[in-house]
């Protein structure tokens, strides 16, 4: 039996046509699960009960779990067991343009990034479609507020899920599901190219980061293994096909490592790689761990990588460090399995 919360509106409309129905039924029912928040198909009042019935025999509501909820300064970190056992965390952090939600779309993650907490699981499986929309439904509920922002940067390469992740983006996206505006939801990506291309050819007018790390291939080779399968060169090239097909500005993702990738020389090779295109870039405070070698650039060090990039013309920012205490912080997600 099919999980309703894995359907777009148009996977619905085609199952009523299907059964000879009118496709306005999907948005019937769609109003109820996103807008009244009702899952129980008994509780459906404007639909006849041999649809419910059919709805009943073809389709079932049932949630993950929400195991734990750890709380911190303007952050909650979400502890979720799947129907099958295993685990996966979201994030809620408040933001003074409202709630944004970090969401995992895999169980582990294959990408092994060597700074990440969630690279040290290896993928499991990929999340279905429900798994990752259940998750801000759970924490709405739970907060009694809507979200208004998503990113799909939690455990997992959401490109290494493109399948799932694309109908989640169409569920949350569509006017009569969850509503999220296209400009309020962000897909992170290590660098997967082929689906970068794949990604810049659709209509959806969301967010693209790019997990960059490093301006050189020296630097991503040592600290993110995907480099050598998609090269620093081949990836931006991907990059500048993204802009030119969409006319849509990258967010340049770079996690501040000590000694590793935040010298001199590597803000001024970052700016060069970057001179003329529609990005920012967003430079991260690593989160240490006790389970990973690399540690957090000073502010002296982030300070002077941040005003070399503007003397060079780049548009760049320092994210507010958040949930560092809960460990619910950039690359620090990471399941357990007991």
Partial sequence: MNNIFGYTLEDLEEYFTSIGEK???????????????????????????DIITKLKNDFTTEFIKMEKVLEGTDVKKFLFRLLD??????????????????????????????????????????????????????????????????????????FDNYANIIKFIRIINNAHGLAIGSRHITVSTCGLVPKIYEFSDLDL????????????????????????????????????????????????????????????????????????????????????????????????RITNFYNILVSKKINVTIRREFGGAIKAACGQLRSESD
């Fill in 85 to 158: 056992g295993e685990k996966i965390e979201a994030v809620l952090m408040e933001h003074n343009y409202g709630l944004s939600v970090c969401v995992s779309s895999q169980v582990g993650c294959n990408m092994g990034c060597k700074f990440c907490e969630s690279g040290r699981l290896k993928k499991v499986r990929n999340l279905e479609t429900y798994e990752i929309v259940e998750q801000i439904l759970l924490i709405q509920k739970y907060i009694n507020k809507r979200i208004n922002s998503v990113v799909l940067m939690g455990i997992g390469e959401p």
């Fill in 205 to 300: 007018q969301v967010n693209l980061a790019i997990s960059l790390h490093g301006a050189t291939d020296a630097v991503r080779n040592r600290i993110m293994p995907v480099n050598k399968v998609y090269s620093l060169d081949t990836l931006m090239g991907a990059i500048r096909d993204y802009i030119a097909k969409t006319n849509r500005r990258v967010t340049i993702e770079y996690v501040m490592l000590n000694m590793v990738n935040d010298k001199a020389e590597d803000a001024i090779a970052l700016a060069e790689l970057l001179k003329g295109m529609n990005i920012y870039v967003n430079l991260i405070p690593y989160n240490e761990t006790k389970n990973i070698e690399f540690s957090k650039s000073s502010k002296e």
């Fill in 23 to 49: 496709k306005y039924k999907a948005i019937q029912v769609y109003d109820w699960l996103y807008k009244k928040s009702i899952y129980n198909f008994d509780e459906f009042s404007n639909i006849k009960k």
